[in-house]
Nanobody, 120 residues
Framework: VQLQASGGGLVQAGGSLRLSCVAS????????MGWYRQAPGKERELVAV???????DYGDSVKGRFTFSRDNAKNTVYLQMNSLKPDDTAVYYC???????????????WGQGTQVTVSS
């Protein structure tokens, strides 16, 4: 199983970016899937996450600015980030809990991370 994230980059404060993450490989089903981020010198924190049939939970710092969505048929999640601030600068990681086709067990996976840099 692989999580492939894309969409990061450099943007000015107030701008927007859209991240995507797709789960591929021996995926039987995807349970929770979402985004976390880690800024230099800080701990990894929740950005947004949802279960397969539930609504998204957001980190307090992004509520009202970021919108999370998922396409279960494509095993893909998206993160629309608006009104970006320099404090949003971080590596954004995709995370998923996936039931494997191989042994029907649930495993947690992390993507490789995509850099988001917001200039002031």
């Amino acid at each position: 199983v692989q999580l492939q994230a894309s969409g990061g980059g450099l943007v000015q404060a107030g701008g927007s970016l859209r991240l995507s993450c797709v789960a591929s490989g021996t995926v039987l089903s995807v349970n929770a899937m979402g985004w976390y981020r880690q800024a230099p010198g800080k701990e990894r924190e929740l950005v947004a996450v949802s279960s397969s049939g539930g609504s998204a939970d957001y980190g307090d710092s992004v509520k009202g600015r970021f919108t999370f969505s998922r396409d279960n048929a494509k095993n893909t999640v998206y993160l629309q980030m608006n009104s970006l601030k320099p404090d949003d600068t971080a590596v954004y990681y995709c995370n998923a809990k996936i039931r494997s086709m191989n042994d029907f067990r649930m495993y947690e996976y992390w993507g490789q991370g995509t850099q988001v840099t917001v200039s002031s």
